[in-house]
């Protein structure tokens, strides 16, 4: 029988390369992201696609680990190998961050990780299983103008530690991965220029390392040795390290491409926007037609915590829904305010071509997100 691995961040540079790696390995994969149409191009791109599940899924959201675990579970039956590839780097002071700002970068990072081991975790024990954390240079040798993304990748690091000492006796192994510079979209995403083309390592060596990992169950891998090795000599010297990153910003590839670079004259850069975002955004309306939908009842999800990927994880399932069995597998224990909330959600959803109304209270699955 095939094993199974969850990999968040699959849509793009080293999360994208792993699934790649692993289907040719012949593993079965959750394929974790928010663009979907880039998850359905990889899916597409294998003769194997019966191996794939894609979720389009944001990891910001309340509840997305347990629902990547339940779609796993659902679809291959087993967990084996999870590598959390998912992650954003943030710019600016970390004294200027909103809070919004720092939310993100300890959601991603570090509670959507630990949480989905925690979902994870009885069936990591079933199969002795392995855990990925991908962690940064920057965890030990904090790079000034990334937020709270050195604090973050810190805290992964030192969780990765605890897990792995914790989960031992259960046979689960926790590696960290430091993943050196990666020639990935990750930092020119956020307006740097990212580290020289030299330096930086294709994400199929690090998706190669990761997979070697899991042959040798190993709980630590350092994709660029080199690079992991001046790091640890910059641990030691903490003021120098400071002193050279702050100095020389191409160390981290931290220099701002000339395109975003803030002047009195220039306004900052429109940030790239997900459909997600798009739809919070009052002044535009939003051409997602699941968010065209769900648009009336956005606060009210909001207040009650019903996300959005809860909703496409349930058109996925292509099943008949009741408001009973909705609101049951949402909230455990329903109020009544949650009762109405899902009455209401059914109904726009029905409105919106997803569901249709079968009588006495039923809707069936039409359409997915
Ligand atoms: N590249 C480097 O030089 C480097 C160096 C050290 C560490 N790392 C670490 O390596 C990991 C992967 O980085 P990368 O270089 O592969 O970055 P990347 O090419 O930008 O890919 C990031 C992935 O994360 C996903 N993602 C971002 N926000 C998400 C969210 N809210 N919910 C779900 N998925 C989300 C993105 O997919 P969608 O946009 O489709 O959601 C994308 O698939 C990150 O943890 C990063 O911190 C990278």
New binding site residues.
Partial sequence: MARTMII?????????AVAIAALEQGYDIVA????QP?LDELAATFARADAIETLP????EPGAPALIVAAALRRFGTIDVIVN?????AAGGIAEQSDSALHEQFQ??VVAPLALLREALPALQATRGQVFF????VARVPVPGLGAYSAA?AAIRNAARSARTELRRYGIIVTYVD????D????R?AGFA??HKRF?AP?KRVADSILRAVQRRKAVVNASPWQTFAVGVGALFPSLAQAVVTRFPAIAGTQRLPSTKMTAASPPPEPLT?PAEEAARPEKPSRDPLDAALGPLARRMERLKLSRGFIIALLESKTTLTMEDVALRWAGMPNKNERALVHDVLEALSDGGFLERCGDGRYAVVRTA
């Fill in positions: 968040t961040g699959a849509s793009a540079g080293i999360g994208r974790v992201a928010r663009r880039l899924l944001d990891l910001l590839a998912a992650g954003v780097v991603l990072h991908i962690g940064s240079g990748k993943p050196g510079a990666v990935t979209e990750f930092m995403r990212g580290a930086a994400p997900y």
